[in-house]
């Protein structure tokens, strides 16, 4: 099974500033169709996941553009631009190029 | 607006069975394929099953495969999720999911089943 490292595992940030959390998959998440099969999801505390992302750099319907997705190959970067107080929860990187699906361990954004 | 409501879980002991049904509104069901995710208490995101549009190809984590059996009536939109020889460690909350073309797109709220003794 692919591997998704997630960095930091916390990330207390002050409100209007920045946030980036990195993804790490232990194999090349590129298909044999092209394609980069690689998604950010956002749990909001007692809720559901939330798609954010989708093949490293699309926002989902809906999605703010202050969220953004980028990389290739086994190292990709969600980043808040600024964050707000709705953007508190956890952040999965999640992968299907290969299966099984597989996602990160989480990394909890919270503010200072 | 895509809805996703899941039904079914409790509280159940060791080794026995529980239904899990996820109900699909706002869009074609049987366009799609459809997911079970499961968490655990405080823990990550863990892929469980996947079920093809029309019910012909699916596909199981190792960690349940020969326990749970996923299924479809597009009749009712309605997804299934059966869970046999149930452990402790298959206590978590599980979320139906629609596939979005090799993502996630739309997730239900969730139903919780806690296997114990």
């Known amino acids: 099974d692919i591997v998704m490292t997630q960095t930091p595992l916390s990330s207390p940030v002050t409100r209007g500033q920045p946030a980036s959390i990195s993804c790490r998959s232990s194999?090349?998440?590129?298909?044999?169709?092209?394609?980069?099969?690689l998604s950010w999801l956002q749990q909001r505390p007692g809720q559901p996941p939330r798609l954010l992302i989708y093949k490293i750099s699309n926002r989902f319907s809906g999605v703010p553009d202050r969220f953004s997705g980028s990389g290739a190959g086994t190292d990709f970067t969600l980043k808040i631009s600024r964050v707000e107080a709705e953007d508190v929860g956890l952040y999965f990187c999640m992968q299907d190029t290969q299966f099984p699906a597989t996602f990160g361990g989480g990394t909890k954004v919270e503010i200072k | 607006q895509v809805q996703l409501v899941e039904s079914g879980g409790g509280v159940v002991q060791p080794g026995r069975s529980l239904r899990l049904s996820c109900a699909a509104s706002g869009f074609t069901f049987n366009n799609y394929g459809m997911h079970w995710v499961r968490q655990a208490p405080g823990k990550g995101l863990e892929w469980v099953a996947v079920l093809s549009y029309d019910g012909s190809n699916k596909y199981y984590a190792d960690s349940v495969k020969g326990r749970f059996t996923i299924s479809r009536d597009n009749s009712k939109s309605t997804l299934f999720l059966q869970m046999n020889s149930l452990r402790a460690e298959d206590t978590a909350m599980y979320y139906c999911?629609?596939?979005?073309?090799?993502?996630?797109?739309?997730w239900g709220q969730g139903t919780l089943v806690t296997v114990s003794s």
């Open positions: 194999q090349s998440l590129v298909h044999s169709d092209g394609n980069t099969y």
């Open positions: 999911a629609k596939d979005g073309g090799r993502n996630l797109d739309y």
